[in-house]
């Protein structure tokens, strides 16, 4: 049994189970009881993929097309428009962690055991009550550099501390219940086009609810890389095997069936080709981690000009941290920061830095007293990040302090997430807020980009 299992609660292992299968759509879904929310990403129907030339396996979602249209609109799609990747912390991060409080004079008595020494944190300029955890190093170094926008408390009026439901809300923009597609998934119906599946990337093998769309395509990937022809015939004989296999796949047919054999063939043939040029040149520093991997691999895939306009990772490990807070949660914030960091110096080192904001989320933060097992419960306020060479790099949203905690001694949120979502969406990828997250008109736009 990992840590994360060990540590989280009964509710978050079966909010991780519904969204699992609500992504791979077709498998059915476990019993929902009365009240509770579909996951954003239902009935969407499932096919598969190989992309020419990428080496991507993806499970599609969303269309009816045949997959040769759905490889034409991907060849034909305009790949140079600004990008956003949405990271999620799964779990619920405790923001007071990875900002510690340590100018609050509530915060050691809130906090007798986690409570972080000063010398355990690392300087957070813009208020001087906060400090960064000492593991996320790499992203006080960014935020130094004016490329992180923080939010310190973001939330909703109303919270709700469920992972399954706060999640949800999240996912789709909104705090109702029941919706079947998510907020970057409506963005992609209004400007996408309906044969470019990569327009809405997941990196995480199952669909992530907030790029369900109700038109257009959109993709997970279910592999990363590894495509390989193989032969037990030595050389010189292996190599004239693989030119006559890629002579069978450019020969003409008029039988469907055939022709759909020889595009297998010939679509094989150019992968041996082409894959080549998704090995890294170097490692880049990225953590040896599924988050690590993830975020290279989508730097390559940006470099190769795939059409993404938005893409999804989620973190490494979980940050639901009831049980013996400080076993997980270092290492945990030390492997997204590390990660989140190298992705930032990737872009840069490739000229794709101007194009890419990362917008950095978990559905709630802790409760602001510790518990008797060495962590911490739901909460309400958690963080929120925009990270980027065009992110505004302020503090956005003050932190509310320690003082005036709800009624259930949860930290009081000063931003709204819908409100951060209407800036990006308006901001960043010029897009019309209120035919995607209800009641647009109502937030107050923060200032995310530069």
Request: with cysteine; hydrophobic share 35%.
């Given at each position: 049994?990992?840590?994360?299992?060990?540590?989280?609660?009964?509710?978050?292992?079966?909010?991780?189970?519904?969204?699992?299968?609500?992504?791979?759509?077709?498998?059915?879904?476990?019993?929902?009881?009365?009240?509770?929310?579909?996951?954003?990403?239902?009935?969407?129907?499932?096919?598969?993929?190989?992309?020419?030339?990428?080496?991507?396996?993806?499970?599609?979602?969303?269309?009816?097309?045949?997959?040769?249209?759905?490889?034409?609109?991907?060849?034909?799609?305009?790949?140079?428009?600004?990008?956003?990747?949405?990271?999620?912390?799964?779990?619920?991060?405790?923001?007071?962690?990875?900002?510690?409080?340590?100018?609050?004079?509530?915060?050691?008595?809130?906090?007798?055991?986690?409570?972080?020494?000063?010398?355990?944190?690392?300087?957070?300029?813009?208020?001087?009550?906060?400090?960064?955890?000492?593991?996320?190093?790499?992203?006080?170094?960014?935020?130094?550099?004016?490329?992180?926008?923080v939010f310190p408390a973001m939330g909703y009026d109303g919270?709700?501390?469920?992972?399954?439901?706060?999640?949800?809300?999240?996912?789709?923009?909104?705090?109702?219940?029941?919706?079947?597609?998510?907020?970057?998934?409506?963005?992609?119906?209004?400007?996408?086009?309906?044969?470019?599946?990569?327009?809405?990337?997941?990196?995480?093998?199952?669909?992530?609810?907030?790029?369900?769309?109700?038109?257009?395509?959109?993709?997970?990937?279910?592999?990363?890389?590894?495509?390989?022809?193989?032969?037990?015939?030595?050389?010189?004989?292996?190599?004239?095997?693989?030119?006559?296999?890629?002579?069978?796949?450019?020969?003409?047919?008029?039988?469907?069936?055939?022709?759909?054999?020889?595009?297998?063939?010939?679509?094989?043939?150019?992968?041996?080709?082409?894959?080549?040029?998704?090995?890294?040149?170097?490692?880049?520093?990225?953590?040896?981690?599924?988050?690590?991997?993830?975020?290279?691999?989508?730097?390559?895939?940006?470099?190769?000009?795939?059409?993404?306009?938005?893409?999804?990772?989620?973190a490494t490990g979980g940050y639901d941290t009831h049980a013996?807070?400080?076993?997980?949660?270092?290492?945990?914030?030390?492997?997204?920061?590390?990660?989140?960091?190298?992705?930032?110096?990737?872009?840069?080192?490739?000229?794709?830095?101007?194009?890419?904001?990362?917008?950095?989320?978990?559905?709630?933060?802790?409760?602001?007293?510790?518990?008797?097992?060495?962590?911490?419960?739901?909460?309400?306020?958690?963080?929120?990040?925009?990270?980027?060479?065009?992110?505004?790099?302020?503090?956005?949203?003050?932190?509310?302090?320690?003082?005036?905690?709800?009624?259930?001694?949860?930290?009081?949120?000063?931003?709204?997430?819908?409100?951060?979502?209407?800036?990006?969406?308006?901001?960043?990828?010029?897009?019309?807020?209120?035919?995607?997250?209800?009641?647009?008109?109502?937030?107050?736009?923060?200032?995310?980009?530069?």
């Open positions: 049994m990992s840590s994360v299992d060990r540590n989280c609660c009964r509710e978050y292992t079966r909010s991780q189970m519904l969204h699992a299968a609500a992504a791979e759509a077709g498998r059915g879904l476990p019993a929902i009881e009365s009240g509770m929310p579909e996951p954003a990403g239902t009935g969407l129907t499932r096919r598969s993929l190989m992309l020419k030339g990428a080496g991507l396996a993806l499970a599609v979602y969303g269309t009816s097309l045949a997959l040769p249209n759905l490889d034409q609109g991907i060849a034909a799609a305009d790949p140079a428009g600004r990008i956003l990747v949405s990271v999620y912390l799964d779990g619920g991060l405790d923001v007071m962690s990875l900002l510690a409080p340590t100018g609050d004079p509530l915060y050691r008595k809130l906090r007798p055991n986690l409570a972080m020494k000063e010398i355990e944190t690392l300087p957070f300029p813009e208020d001087e009550r906060l400090r960064w955890h000492y593991s996320a190093a790499k992203l006080a170094r960014l935020h130094k550099e004016g490329k992180v926008t919270p709700d501390q469920s992972h399954f439901t706060s999640r949800h809300f999240y996912e789709i923009g909104e705090i109702e219940v029941g919706a079947r597609t998510g907020w970057l998934g409506r963005y992609l119906d209004q400007v996408g086009t309906s044969d470019n599946p990569l327009q809405g990337l997941s990196l995480d093998r199952i669909l992530s609810p907030a790029l369900a769309t109700a038109t257009n395509p959109v993709a997970a990937m279910s592999t990363y890389g590894g495509f390989e022809l193989s032969s037990p015939a030595a050389e010189p004989v292996r190599a004239e095997l693989y030119s006559s296999f890629e002579k069978m796949g450019a020969l003409p047919s008029g039988d469907p069936g055939t022709r759909q054999l020889r595009d297998a063939t010939a679509q094989t043939a150019r992968l041996r080709h082409d894959l080549p040029a998704l090995e890294p040149v170097e490692e880049r520093d990225y953590p040896d981690t599924p988050m690590g991997s993830r975020l290279r691999l989508l730097a390559q895939y940006l470099d190769l000009g795939l059409p993404i306009r938005v893409a999804s990772v989620t013996g807070q400080d076993y997980t949660l270092k290492e945990n914030i030390k492997a997204t920061s590390d990660s989140l960091y190298a992705f930032q110096r990737d872009l840069e080192s490739r000229g794709l830095a101007d194009r890419v904001l990362v917008h950095v989320w978990s559905e709630f933060g802790r409760r602001a007293t510790e518990n008797g097992s060495a962590g911490t419960d739901h909460g309400a306020a958690g963080i929120g990040m925009v990270i980027g060479s065009q992110a505004s790099g302020r503090m956005t949203g003050e932190f509310p302090g320690l003082a005036r905690l709800d009624r259930l001694g949860n930290l009081r949120h000063t931003s709204d997430f819908r409100g951060l979502y209407c800036g990006l969406l308006e901001q960043w990828l010029d897009q019309d807020p209120d035919p995607i997250v209800p009641g647009a008109s109502g937030f107050i736009r923060p200032q995310v980009v530069r």
